[in-house]
């Protein structure tokens, strides 16, 4: 499936039942504070005839009915697109004034109300929520956000796995896929756009999901896509260098996460104030918040301690603010795994859920050693092959520590790239991690973009020699591309007792290289890669290309 077949597919998970309702309807729904949107032109829709039944930003997604919102993208305007927006069936417009001229262009004729709001992008996510009831007060699932740099797939995994380990059904939408009970597609985007956003609340509704669990990136919070979304829990994972290309600073950064822990979208917060950034925002949110921390070095309402190895995982213990105790267990490796599975077990927890019912689920269903696609995913045991979606300098840095065997004899085999058209900044930093915490570093290609992959390679390859150089460490550096061929060369090097970790691409099967998508799986490689050198892989992994 292309992005745009992915995102189209996310543009129909909507509810089978909406209400038809009038713009005029519509508009007075809501809610206070926005500036009245004005009818410039066209039919006459404002006058109570039922007509609009959705709502979408982009002309190649309209269904019959909706309300086609021309928005300023950073290339073009939606205005451009308003005749195929028509074509497909929209029965209403709304543009601001750099799209009117066009928009109206398009519609003469047509008898098609035109609308103008400015700044457009604050009415969309609140119109799609009044068209799409799609968080009304009651008779809604408990829904949970989880943001931060990394961890996010991985919290909103497990609070999925715990939310049924609890007996709910359960919805998600984040990088992985998108689903609503049995419903399920892959997603183009960590967070899609607010119409989409909407609709699949709506229809989690209209099927009785009883709680659902999503991603929040930094973009959707820049890019408006959680406009109109109230969530009942947020939770913050951690904040490290990543997207610095769309927020310029950490701070700006920070300041996009933060914006979603405020009370017009929130109702309640849990962060993990283990790095600085958790504990600004814990000072800052006027959300009621109830803190966690892992490491034991800050403070904090709940606190994880006596944290054991355990086969790859790790067992542990939360203690809670009035002297509770759950035993929990994770078995994804990775200390940072452990905080994933704390977070989403304090977010249950600040639903209402108790203690016992907690600790009773987790002990009959072992919710946080739940498969996450491409999140730590063993392939072959020995060596031990693993293929991770470690994509920024901090992930990658965890990864490495977590998988390293403290054997002599157990050597560390790394294969990475960097992505192109993103933060040039993170390459020489991921390079130099890399050497630092591997025997043998195998440089390749991820998604390139339009970008050349020899450049994007150069910036990783001068990371790594350079630490390599300054520090006089031993590892063994290479550059080998395509991926495949790199992946191959790392299982040929590898002998029992190694450990070969893959990172960056998790559950991707496209590498996007200048507009095409090539068919690619880390997982699938791997694999194949064990066999051909006389390894074995594991069976039943779910390798999904
Ligand atoms: C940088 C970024 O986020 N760009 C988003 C932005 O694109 P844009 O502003 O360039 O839009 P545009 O292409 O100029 O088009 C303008 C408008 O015309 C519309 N249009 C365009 C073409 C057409 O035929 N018909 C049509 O109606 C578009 O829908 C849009 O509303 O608005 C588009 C639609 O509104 C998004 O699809 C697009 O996301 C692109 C696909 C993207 O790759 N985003 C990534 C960076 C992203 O959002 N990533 C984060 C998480 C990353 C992480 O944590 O690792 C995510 O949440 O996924
Ligand atoms: N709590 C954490 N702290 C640091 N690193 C983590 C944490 N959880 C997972 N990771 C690392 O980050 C990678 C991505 O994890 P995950 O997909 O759960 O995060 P994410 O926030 O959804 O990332 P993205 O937004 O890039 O999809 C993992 O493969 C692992 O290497």
């Given at each position: 499936m292309s992005i745009n077949e992915q995102s189209g597919a996310a543009a129909r998970m909507r509810p089978d039942v909406v209400v038809p309702r009038s713009m005029g309807q519509i508009l007075a729904a809501l809610p206070a504070g926005l500036p009245p949107v004005q009818l410039v032109g066209g039919g006459d829709n404002d006058d109570g005839a039922a007509s609009i039944t959705g709502v979408t930003i982009d002309s190649r997604e309209v269904l019959r009915g909706d309300l086609y919102i021309a928005v300023p993208g950073t290339g073009?305007?939606?205005?451009?697109?308003?005749?195929?927006?028509?074509?497909e069936g929209a029965s209403a417009v709304l543009t601001d004034d750099a799209g009117l001229e066009t928009a109206a262009a398009a519609l003469?004729?047509?008898?098609?109300?035109?609308?103008?709001?400015?700044?457009?992008?604050?009415?969309?996510?609140?119109?799609?929520?009044?068209?799409?009831?799609?968080?009304?007060?009651?008779?809604?699932?408990?829904?949970?956000g989880v943001t931060g740099?990394?961890?996010?797939?991985t919290t909103t995994y497990f609070l999925n796995a715990l939310s049924a380990a609890l007996g709910l059904s359960t919805g998600l939408i984040g990088t992985i896929e998108i689903r609503a009970g049995d419903t399920a597609i892959p997603s183009a985007l960590t967070t899609p756009e607010s119409p989409q956003v909407h609709g699949i609340l709506a229809l989690m509704r209209e099927r009785g999901i009883e709680a659902a669990a999503m991603e929040v990136s930094s973009h959707a919070v820049e890019y408006r896509r959680v406009d109109g979304v109230q969530f009942d829990v947020v939770g913050f994972t951690n904040l490290t260098q990543d997207h610095l290309d769309l927020h310029g600073t950490m701070d700006e950064y920070f300041d996009a996460k933060a914006a979603l822990f405020s009370r017009n979208?929130?109702?309640?917060?849990?962060?993990?104030?283990?790095?600085?950034?958790?504990?600004?925002?814990?000072?800052?949110?006027?959300?009621?918040?109830?803190t966690l921390s892992v490491s034991g070095g800050s403070p904090a309402d709940w606190m994880v301690s006596g944290i054991s190895r355990v086969g790859l995982g790790h067992a542990f213990t939360l203690e809670g603010p009035a002297g509770e105790e759950l035993v929990l267990r994770c078995g994804l490796p990775g200390i940072f795994n452990v905080a994933n599975a704390?977070?989403?077990?304090?977010?249950?927890?600040?639903?209402?859920?108790?203690?016992?019912?907690?600790?009773?689920?987790?002990?009959?269903?072992?919710?946080?050693?739940?498969?996450?696609?491409?999140?730590?995913?063993?392939i072959g045991e020995n060596p031990a092959a693993i293929v991770d979606f470690a994509h920024n300098?901090?992930?990658l840095a965890l990864t490495l520590e977590s998988v390293r065997v403290p054997q002599a004899d157990s050597r560390l085999l790394i294969v990475f790239g960097a992505t192109g058209q993103r933060d040039v900044s993170k390459r020489p930093v991921m390079g130099a991690t890399a050497a630092r915490l591997a025997d043998v570093v195998i440089i390749t290609d991820d998604d390139p973009h339009d970008e050349d992959e020899a450049v994007i390679r150069a910036g990783v390859l001068e990371g790594a020699q350079g630490a390599k150089d300054a520090e006089n460490l031993s590892c063994e550096i290479l550059e080998i591309f395509p991926r495949?061929?790199?992946?191959?060369?790392?299982?040929?090097?590898?002998?029992?007792?190694?450990?070969?970790?893959?990172?960056?691409?998790?559950?991707?099967?496209?590498?996007?290289?200048?507009?095409?998508?090539?068919?690619?799986?880390?997982?699938?490689?791997?694999?194949?890669?064990?066999?051909?050198?006389g390894f074995s892989a594991l069976s039943g992994n779910r390798i999904e290309s």
């Amino acid at each position: 499936m292309s992005i745009n077949e992915q995102s189209g597919a996310a543009a129909r998970m909507r509810p089978d039942v909406v209400v038809p309702r009038s713009m005029g309807q519509i508009l007075a729904a809501l809610p206070a504070g926005l500036p009245p949107v004005q009818l410039v032109g066209g039919g006459d829709n404002d006058d109570g005839a039922a007509s609009i039944t959705g709502v979408t930003i982009d002309s190649r997604e309209v269904l019959r009915g909706d309300l086609y919102i021309a928005v300023p993208g950073t290339g073009r305007h939606g205005a451009d697109f308003t005749a195929q927006a028509v074509a497909e069936g929209a029965s209403a417009v709304l543009t601001d004034d750099a799209g009117l001229e066009t928009a109206a262009a398009a519609l003469r004729g047509t008898g098609i109300p035109l609308y103008r709001a400015a700044p457009v992008r604050d009415y969309v996510g609140p119109l799609a929520a009044v068209v799409f009831d799609s968080q009304p007060p009651r008779d809604r699932p408990i829904l949970f956000g989880v943001t931060g740099t990394n961890g996010k797939t991985t919290t909103t995994y497990f609070l999925n796995a715990l939310s049924a380990a609890l007996g709910l059904s359960t919805g998600l939408i984040g990088t992985i896929e998108i689903r609503a009970g049995d419903t399920a597609i892959p997603s183009a985007l960590t967070t899609p756009e607010s119409p989409q956003v909407h609709g699949i609340l709506a229809l989690m509704r209209e099927r009785g999901i009883e709680a659902a669990a999503m991603e929040v990136s930094s973009h959707a919070v820049e890019y408006r896509r959680v406009d109109g979304v109230q969530f009942d829990v947020v939770g913050f994972t951690n904040l490290t260098q990543d997207h610095l290309d769309l927020h310029g600073t950490m701070d700006e950064y920070f300041d996009a996460k933060a914006a979603l822990f405020s009370r017009n979208r929130a109702d309640r917060a849990v962060i993990i104030v283990d790095d600085e950034w958790g504990r600004r925002l814990a000072r800052r949110t006027d959300l009621e918040t109830v803190t966690l921390s892992v490491s034991g070095g800050s403070p904090a309402d709940w606190m994880v301690s006596g944290i054991s190895r355990v086969g790859l995982g790790h067992a542990f213990t939360l203690e809670g603010p009035a002297g509770e105790e759950l035993v929990l267990r994770c078995g994804l490796p990775g200390i940072f795994n452990v905080a994933n599975a704390a977070l989403a077990a304090v977010m249950v927890l600040a639903t209402g859920t108790t203690c016992q019912d907690l600790q009773r689920a987790a002990e009959l269903h072992d919710p946080f050693t739940t498969e996450v696609p491409g999140r730590m995913q063993l392939i072959g045991e020995n060596p031990a092959a693993i293929v991770d979606f470690a994509h920024n300098p901090d992930a990658l840095a965890l990864t490495l520590e977590s998988v390293r065997v403290p054997q002599a004899d157990s050597r560390l085999l790394i294969v990475f790239g960097a992505t192109g058209q993103r933060d040039v900044s993170k390459r020489p930093v991921m390079g130099a991690t890399a050497a630092r915490l591997a025997d043998v570093v195998i440089i390749t290609d991820d998604d390139p973009h339009d970008e050349d992959e020899a450049v994007i390679r150069a910036g990783v390859l001068e990371g790594a020699q350079g630490a390599k150089d300054a520090e006089n460490l031993s590892c063994e550096i290479l550059e080998i591309f395509p991926r495949a061929a790199a992946i191959d060369q790392a299982v040929a090097l590898a002998r029992k007792g190694d450990i070969v970790l893959v990172a960056g691409r998790g559950h991707e099967v496209w590498q996007e290289v200048k507009g095409v998508n090539l068919p690619l799986d880390d997982r699938a490689e791997l694999a194949a890669a064990l066999t051909r050198h006389g390894f074995s892989a594991l069976s039943g992994n779910r390798i999904e290309s």
